[in-house]
């Protein structure tokens, strides 16, 4: 017997435009020791039928439908809240702002203890040492009495994890429980999901956006489009056979399956260069931190350079630095026989143009008061390469480019999804005329159908328009695809650089094997559980 | 960092603070329109008599000087003489001042206990009636002027009715409480209602925040959330505002001691500008200030002993 | 590091139900209703507001005088509507006037950081060590009363707060990247500072001017109460209060009406804050 069977499930808002329906007849079963995958892109309901299980949703919410726990109708709060924690908990995606910021790690994990089996202060804070231990916190016993803050995004997942294991629930709903950490500090945690599932039998359903994900240690999917399911089976049928045409367009978009999209260059002709650069920022308490140290590179005319690492690792700082966002504390960024950091007046201005830089978040990236038109216009006319109304008209051929729509010219960033925000941040960028183009993270926010379109936009740009591209990221599936050569860094230093192709085949640090190791990638997980 | 070197640093950031004050209060006088020695002396002075004045305050000294005797007099407890009373402003200030600690005690002792209450009652009922009656309520509390209340409350319940003095302090803490009630309940009336709306506000957003959600997942009840985790942590930022409004207190209990005639430092604050006191109203100035600059280090180290992000 | 990034929120943005539009209509009506009584005030009141009648002193409300008159017989409601004249130009000029320094301030301070942050922050220290009310009378006292002299001291302390509201929020859309984009554009300092900051801070500045107008009025009235503000035989509602204080048992309608007024125009204020502050955060 199934130990949940999610019957007819709909999840329907209340807002000022009459009731959205976020989920949709939803109907699923999940069976006891099997980890479930539900995999779906932004506003596909995957979230809100997770949270339905255990009633998080908000109060504006109204849901339908059935969900039988053990054959028991979870019907009403009091039904609800007798499983919550006790049989069914739950785990989720940002871990730092689920845990409450006044209470130490100790106490965290021992509270469900003492409310749900009644056990002492004494009895419940060794207890949750255990569990502590048990998610491989290392030296657990000191860091009862630590502070949410003081622990790195993965170990406060750990702690989510000891805290909602607490009472022995027989069912773990995670939803995106990875999605904000590092990839090798997931690939620690989807270890732990994996082991705990294996070592006490612990049911899950997985919630991500990312079938490499799921593909690594889920049985079963369920793909979900639009609030509905469109598509169920066991991980290998659906990633081999798929039958609905989405989840085609969705397994198709994975990085892994993407075409190769680099194309080395014969002879490289240099562009830019890198002369021990290192950007140190003071910190309050009087000490230093070295976001970049010591980074000697080459950038070659016309190609696409890569730059991968994880959080902290200094890339995005010596993305900032090459377009004099920040000013280097040493060493030099030379362009064209001169140093950037000297450049000023009328130098520096044909620098800006040349030199281009798109972000990272699709929203924050543009002004939300401008409309499209006038965002991409703005570059163009303040830096008098034409009149106001030649540079709105300009703007329009720039939306052609980069394939937006001419109708959305009016549009503020609000009402533009956020694949449609990257093509504008990316005309503005392209407005002036760039040489070069730095691309900071620009798909990470997006889905992966999205994420592929960029990709595909990005390539065509690249040869038509003669660019050279820094592509930033911590992918390193997109950037095998994508880029010509690659960077590796971590902890603000270079950790190594060469073709992509070598670099891949043959890392020469155990830094960059492990980061190979840990990138998920479905088809490598489906052949290695084959 | 622990706790001590955070109390220390701080106390060290508040030096180059006090050095401010006691540059505005002493350019304070410097502000006067015109030579303040003619304005207290009058039109019909004699030069020499003028020029003696002007020598007794220092005033034909260099600025700088003046300055730093100003400051030393100030550390000494010397804060000048009062034009008026012809006492050591110091004096004064020693004799006014319990008074009002007096009046703003019992009125935070009034408003807190409602301020929760009404806070918290308003929060669990996010958007139904309890919430909208409360909502109304805090907001005409916010619209209604002190003094008129005042006025209306002193001639009604203190003269028709008779119930409460309504001039003066009394003697003796019972006669405080008497006395000093109308005031108390007049000024609370403005406070309460500002204070519930900031806690109202955290309470509504930490309901919402995500370790609530983590927190009802592990089948926590509903009342253990919110005392345990909710109400923690909106205390933090409704502190901060008390602090805000503790030093506000002072201030508008200017309006109330004139209204009740509570002989209390406001009402030697107005008694002064209008009777041109300068060196009191310097004083005052001073005082006020250090006492604002003490609540607000108070509730700093309160903060920082509560929470564990501060100490970093 | 914000290098790791989450693909999307966790449940659809549903907005919730336009709250607040009510309450700004409603304060937005009672603001207008304010401005006509006092734009027209020679055509609403019956009477010349300082004319004395000594003949009708501390008569009660009658078909005459709907407030009564006061003990100069002059009419009380005359007063009331050309009072709104003065605590209306009050609420207005006292916070457009602190509004302006602080506004530049916070964006100066906000925008450049480093030394000339660390300067005017220090400025705002002192500024705030002094409580609000106390620098605004002891400056009064020192330049002398009256309503001019109450907006330069409001001018040289309120605005603290906007200064440090303003500085708070460009703190936050300094980091943006719109705006490291439009640094990376070459844009000049302050085309990016008044084109692509100040527009996307003006929200909450301008919910926090409507509440600071109520604070404003309420403490000018004060003043005006005290004999700080403006002087007699102004028609100004603090004044008046004060004029009605002594007869307050035999003549309540002269500290009645101007209070009433008093609660009304800060109820105008309060609720289009009110109302301004809860679209804005259902849209946010």
Redesign the interface.
């Known amino acids: 017997m199934s130990l949940v069977s999610v019957q007819g499930l709909s999840v329907t808002?209340?807002?000022?435009?009459g009731p959205?329906a976020?989920v949709r007849n939803v109907s699923f079963d999940l069976n006891p020791g099997e980890i479930l995958g539900i995999v779906g892109?932004?506003?596909s309901?995957k979230?809100?039928t997770c949270?339905a299980l255990?009633?998080?949703?908000?109060r504006?919410a109204t849901v339908g439908g059935r969900i039988l726990y053990d054959g028991r109708d979870l019907a009403g709060a009091a039904a609800i809240?007798a499983?919550?924690?006790?049989e069914i908990?739950?785990i989720?995606?940002?871990p730092a702002?689920?845990?409450?910021?006044?209470?130490t790690i100790g106490d965290h994990v021992a509270?469900?203890l003492r409310?749900?089996f009644g056990l002492s202060a004494a009895e419940a804070r060794a207890e949750a040492l255990k569990l502590l231990e048990s998610v491989r916190i290392r030296d657990a016993a000191a860091r009862m009495d630590a502070?949410p803050?003081q622990l790195s995004g993965g170990m406060k997942q750990r702690v989510?994890i000891a805290?909602?294991l607490?009472?022995k629930p027989r069912l773990l709903?995670a939803?995106?429980p990875t999605?904000?950490?590092?990839v090798t500090v997931q690939a620690g945690i989807l270890q732990l999901l994996r082991d705990l599932n294996r070592e006490s039998g612990l049911t899950m359903a997985l919630v991500s956006?990312d079938l490499g994900v799921i593909a690594e240690i889920c049985d079963r999917v369920i793909v979900m489009r639009g609030g509905e399911v469109i598509e169920a089976g066991l991980v290998r049928d659906v990633v081999t056979n798929p039958q609905h045409e989405y989840t085609r367009l969705l397994i198709g978009a994975q990085p892994g399956r993407l075409p190769q999209m680099a194309e080395p260059q014969e002879a490289p002709a240099g562009l830019f260069e890198l002369k021990d650069v290192a950007v140190h920022f003071p910190t309050r308490?009087g000490g230093m931190v070295r976001a970049v140290d010591g980074v000697n590179l080459s950038i070659h005319k016309g190609e696409c350079f890569g730059i991968v690492?994880?959080?902290?690792?200094g890339?995005?700082t010596v993305a900032?630095t090459i377009?004099?966002?920040i000013t280097p504390t040493g060493g030099r960024v030379m362009f064209e026989g001169k140093s950037v950091g000297d450049l000023a007046g009328a130098d520096?201005?044909a620098y800006?143009?040349a030199?281009?830089?798109v972000?990272?978040?699709p929203f924050?990236?543009?002004?939300?008061?401008m409309t499209a038109q006038q965002t991409i216009a703005?570059?163009i006319w303040?830096?008098g390469l034409a009149s106001k109304s030649a540079a709105m008209a300009r703007a329009l051929q720039l939306m052609d480019m980069v394939e937006l729509p001419r109708s959305f010219a009016t549009r503020r960033p609000r009402a533009l999804s956020g694949g449609q925000c990257q093509r504008v941040?990316i005309a503005?960028?392209l407005a002036?005329s760039p040489r070069l183009l730095i691309a900071d993270?620009v798909t990470?926010?997006?889905?992966v159908t999205v994420q592929a379109q960029i990709l595909r936009l990005l390539t065509r740009l690249r040869k038509e328009r003669d660019l050279t591209v820094i592509y930033i990221s911590?992918d390193l599936t997109v950037v095998r695809k994508f880029c010509d050569r690659v960077a590796v860094f971590q902890g603000g230093r270079l950790v190594e650089t060469g073709a992509t192709a070598d670099l891949f085949a043959s890392p020469s640090t155990g830094y960059t094997r492990d980061l190979i190791a840990a990138a998920p990638d479905m088809d490598q997980a489906m052949a290695e559980r084959a | 960092m622990n706790s001590i070197t955070f109390i220390g640093r701080r106390l060290l950031q508040i030096v180059p603070v006090l050095i401010g004050i006691s540059l505005v209060s002493f350019f304070l006088i410097m502000m006067i329109p015109g030579d303040p020695v003619r304005i207290v002396l009058g039109p019909r002075a004699t030069e020499a008599a003028v020029a003696a004045m002007r020598q007794e305050w220092g005033l034909d000294r260099p600025i700088w000087a003046q300055y730093l005797s100003y400051v030393g007099n100030t550390l000494t407890g010397d804060l000048g003489q009062s034009l008026k009373f012809r006492v050591p402003v110091l004096d004064l200030v020693l004799q006014y001042l319990p008074r009002t600690m007096f009046l703003v005690a019992y009125v935070l002792v009034l408003s807190l206990p409602a301020t929760i209450l009404m806070a918290v009652i308003a929060a669990r009922n996010e958007g139904r009636w309890p919430d909208q009656l409360i909502r109304v309520i805090s907001i005409l509390g916010m619209t209604i002027p002190v003094f008129w209340l005042g006025v209306l409350f002193a001639r009604y319940f203190g003269v028709k009715l008779g119930w409460f003095p309504v001039s003066g302090y009394g003697e003796g803490f019972v006669d405080h409480l008497h006395h000093l009630f109308l005031p108390a309940v007049s000024t609370s009336l403005w406070l309460a209602p500002l204070l519930t709306r900031n806690l109202r506000a955290a309470l509504i957003e930490q309901t919402e925040a995500d370790y609530v959600a983590a927190s009802r997942a592990k089948g926590l009840p509903e009342g253990y959330i919110f005392r345990r985790h909710i109400l923690r942590n909106s205390v933090l930022p409704t502190l901060n505002l008390l602090g805000v409004m503790i030093a506000f207190l002072i201030g508008g209990s200017v309006v109330v001691e004139i209204v009740y005639a509570v002989p209390g430092l406001g009402a030697l604050m107005v008694g002064s500008v209008l009777g041109r006191d300068y060196f009191v109203i310097q004083g005052l100035t001073l005082v006020y200030a250090i006492a604002t600059v003490a609540i607000t280090l108070a509730i700093d180290i309160f903060t920082a002993a509560i929470d564990p992000r501060t100490s970093e | 590091m914000t290098d790791v990034v989450s693909p999307a929120p966790v449940h659809p943005a549903a907005p919730r139900f336009r709250h607040g539009t009510i309450e700004a209509a409603l304060g937005a009506a009672l603001l207008l209703a304010w401005l006509i009584a006092a734009f027209g005030a020679g055509v609403f009141a019956p009477y010349d507001p300082n004319a004395l009648d000594l003949v009708a002193m501390l008569t009660p409300p009658d078909a005459a005088h709907w407030f009564g008159t006061d003990h100069l017989g002059r009419d009380v409601l005359s007063r009331v509507i050309y009072g709104a004249r003065i605590d209306i130009w009050m609420g207005f000029a006292g916070v457009i006037a602190p509004l302006a320094v602080g506004v530049t301030v916070g964006l100066i301070a906000g925008y450049f950081g480093g030394l000339t942050d660390t300067i005017l922050m220090r400025i705002v220290d002192i500024t705030v060590a002094f409580p609000f009310f106390i620098l605004v009378i002891a400056i009064v006292g020192v330049l002398g009363p009256g309503l001019v002299n109450y907006i330069i001291a409001l001018a040289l302390v309120a605005w603290v707060a906007y200064a440090r509201l303003v500085r708070a929020e460009v703190l936050v859309v300094k980091r943006l990247e719109y705006v490291q984009a439009a640094r990376a554009l070459g844009f000049s300092d302050p085309v990016i500072i008044l084109r692509h900051v100040l527009p996307n801070v003006l929200g909450s500045i301008t919910i926090y001017a409507w509440t600071d107008a109520v604070m404003v009025i309420l403490a000018g009235a004060s003043l005006g109460f005290l004999g700080l503000g403006a002087q007699p035989p102004t028609a100004e509602w603090g004044v008046m209060i004060a004029d009605g204080q002594p007869y307050v048992l035999q003549a309540w309608w002269i500290c009645l009406f101007p209070g009433i007024a008093m609660v009304t125009l800060s109820l105008g204020f309060i609720l289009v804050s009110d109302g301004l502050s809860r679209r804005l955060r259902v849209s946010a």
Not at chain 1, 13 to 17: L, R
Not at chain 1, 179 to 182: I, V
Not at chain 1, 444 to 447: E, G, H, K, Q, T
Request: aromatic share 6%; hydrophobic share 35%.
């Open positions: 808002f209340a807002s000022d435009k959205v976020a892109e932004s506003g309901g979230s809100v949270r255990l009633g998080l949703l908000p504006r809240q499983v919550r924690g006790r908990s739950m989720f995606q940002n702002s689920h845990l409450d910021p006044l209470m509270e469900p409310f749900h502070w803050h989510l805290s909602a607490a009472c709903l939803d995106e999605t904000a950490l590092d956006h308490s690492g994880e959080s902290g690792s890339k995005s900032r377009v004099r966002l520096l201005t800006r143009r030199v281009q830089m972000f990272q978040s924050d990236s543009l002004n939300p008061r703005e570059p303040r830096h941040g503005r960028a002036l993270e990470s926010a997006l889905d911590h």
